[in-house]
């Protein structure tokens, strides 16, 4: 279970790496050309698990979409869970070159699961960040749902906005 919700964590932060690694990512410049490279993996670091239980802890009291989220999933009837294995993160760089500049994205995903009492069914509240070279940024926060363990999103929408679950 735990295998898949970290695949569907990381196919959504390629997704958002997409869309922010594009032309036009933080408005910095005007758009590429269509010549323009897709970025391309740098390296790929695992964040330790004491790092991301304090992580988790800070965005618990200061992130509004997180207490959002959080909310959402204990209306559910969702918790989450407490032992360090419950929590995963990565940090990625990535990098293009356009035009003879080189730019660099990098890519921190932090994901904590979330269990239901007496149920196969599974969650898992995320929050993915972008910072681009010139040092702008982008945070999006999310849930998975996985009924019965399988894991459904219908997209990220952006700041302050999350996965629903589909019908």
Not at 50 to 59: A, G, N, R, S, V
Request: proline fraction near 5%; charged fraction near 20%.
């Amino acid at each position: 279970m735990k295998n898949a919700l970290h695949v569907c964590m990381g196919v959504l932060m390629a997704c958002c790496l997409a869309l922010q690694a594009a032309p036009g990512f933080g408005q910095e410049k005007p758009a590429a050309p269509a010549t323009a490279r897709l970025a391309q993996p740098v390296a790929t670091q695992e964040i330790s698990k004491d790092t991301l239980i304090e992580k988790f802890q800070q965005l618990g009291q200061t992130s509004r979409e997180i207490q959002l989220l959080d909310s959402q999933l204990r209306d559910l009837q969702f918790s989450p869970a407490t032992a360090p294995e419950h929590y995963w993160g990565k940090t990625s760089s990535y990098e293009r070159v356009t035009e003879g500049d080189r730019e660099r994205l990098i890519a921190e995903i932090y994901e904590r699961d979330y269990v239901k009492q007496n149920s196969k069914d599974a969650a898992g509240l995320a929050q993915v960040t972008l910072t681009s070279s010139s040092g702008s940024t982008k945070t999006y926060s999310f849930y998975l749902l996985a009924p019965g363990r399988f894991y459904k999103a219908t997209g990220i929408r952006g700041h302050q906005q999350h996965c629903h679950p589909s019908a």
